[in-house]
């Protein structure tokens, strides 16, 4: 052992392997993120993994919030992208910017009404009525077809909500823009522009916070690139 074996470092990492051998589903997002991590420097990739070590050891009610996810997509999900990983990622920006508990746990669930067969009622019944409504201010409106018409509501409505669902918007749009590059032509500017308008209107609500300037970087970086 580098450390002593009952020291505070070596029990947090024997608790984490515990919770990666018990649990595959958490394990596979365990792979993923350093599947993730390739090219990264070896700094950046300490950085996620411990974020992720910080997520998965950080309270009982998070460790629900994170099974309640896997359980979600894994029976009833229907969005073939990485959901789950998504989500985890999501919710370690806010977690490790201090941002409290209700916020972590909302991001974890925030497209497990979108993204599967949960409801808000579903969510109310495990985490409360404060969490859902976080959640159902950040599921957008499938109703509308025009898509410029429901990404501009789905902005309008986590604005409206306030800052607990901008600060998890605002680590969505983030975690969504590495992957902006796949994208061509139309959908690419409509992704920009959606971002954009984001940017402007969460300004007035968290602009002075640490999570607008992560955003702002990340704008500013995706049209410099464009």
Do not use: W
């Not at 009622?121 to 018409?149: C, H, P």
């Amino acid at each position: 052992y580098l450390t002593t074996k009952d020291s505070e470092t070596m029990q947090k990492q024997i608790r984490v392997f515990e919770k990666l051998r018990d649990n595959p589903d958490l394990l596979k997002e365990y792979e993923n993120l350093k599947s993730s991590m390739d090219g990264k420097s070896f700094r950046e990739y300490q950085e996620r993994k411990y974020e992720f070590y910080h997520l998965i050891l950080n309270s009982d009610k998070v460790d629900e919030a994170i099974n309640f996810l896997i359980k979600s997509i894994n029976t009833s999900g229907h969005n073939p992208k990485p959901v789950i990983f998504h989500c985890i990622k999501v919710a370690m920006l806010p977690l490790g910017l201090d941002y409290k508990e209700d916020i972590i746990i909302a991001a974890l669930l925030h497209d497990t009404i979108e993204d599967s067969q949960t409801s808000h009622e579903d969510i109310k019944r495990k985490f409360g009525q404060k969490i859902a409504d976080i959640v159902e201010a950040l599921t957008f409106n499938a109703s509308i077809k025009n898509r410029n018409e429901r990404d501009k509501e789905e902005v309008d409505k986590a604005i409206k909500f306030g800052k607990d669902a901008v600060v998890i918007k605002a680590a969505d749009f983030i975690d969504n823009s590495y992957f902006y590059y796949l994208t061509e032509n139309e959908l690419h500017k409509h992704l920009i522009d959606k971002f954009k308008y984001f940017l402007e209107s969460s300004k007035p609500i968290v602009g002075k916070e640490e999570i607008y300037k992560k955003l702002k970087y990340r704008f500013e970086k995706i049209n410099h690139e464009t």
